[in-house]
């Protein structure tokens, strides 16, 4: 834990200790201690995904396997490796709908009839991926793999 955030809890404690003491509300305590939260998960480095998603292709409806996808994700950042440009893409939080907390860390791909969930929890520090609506995939959801950067691979 950096110092700054040490130097916050304990300034927090001891106001929560006198305001206790003193019988007084203390609804801006609540909302200093989400802060100090929120800035712990947005300090959060990136984690990069592998996920074996099945993908539906073309208008027969038959579904393929792709291989692996591989997602960096961080605080308000989701996004995918791009094998033939070698780099990720855009980021498609700012499109689509993510979401940070102190469980998970989450993005959400809506389409018109399916979403795609692709997240981290953190009590478990397992990655997944989740199909939402008509996908008419073989399986709905799955694990992802924790993996290296694939930026800094040579190959």
């Known amino acids: 834990m950096t110092r700054w955030l ?3 809890f304990r300034a927090t404690l001891l ?3 006198r305001a ?3 019988k007084i509300r203390v609804p801006l305590l609540v909302g200093l201690c989400a802060a100090v939260q929120s800035h712990a998960a947005w300090s959060m480095p990136p984690r990069f995904l592998s996920c074996d998603m099945p993908m539906q292709i073309g208008s027969t409806g038959t579904v393929a396997q792709a291989g692996p996808r591989i997602f960096r994700i961080a605080p308000n950042s ?11 893409g855009p980021n498609l939080c ?13 993005g959400s791909l809506t389409m018109a009839s399916v979403a795609f ?10 990655g997944y991926w989740r199909a939402k609506g008509a996908s008419n995939l073989p399986r709905v959801e799955g694990a992802c793999d924790l ?3 694939p930026s800094l691979s040579k190959e």
Do not use: P, Y
């Open 117 to 126: 969930n692709i997240g981290i929890d953190h009590a478990t520090g397992r």
């Open 6 to 8: 040490q130097e916050i």
């Open 15 to 17: 106001t929560f200790e």
């Open 78 to 88: 989701l996004e995918e490796w791009s094998v033939g440009d070698r780099e990720f």
């Open 147 to 149: 993996v290296a950067d």
């Open 94 to 106: 700012d499109t689509f709908s993510c979401r940070s907390d102190a469980q998970k860390l989450e």
């Open 20 to 22: 206790v003491a003193m």
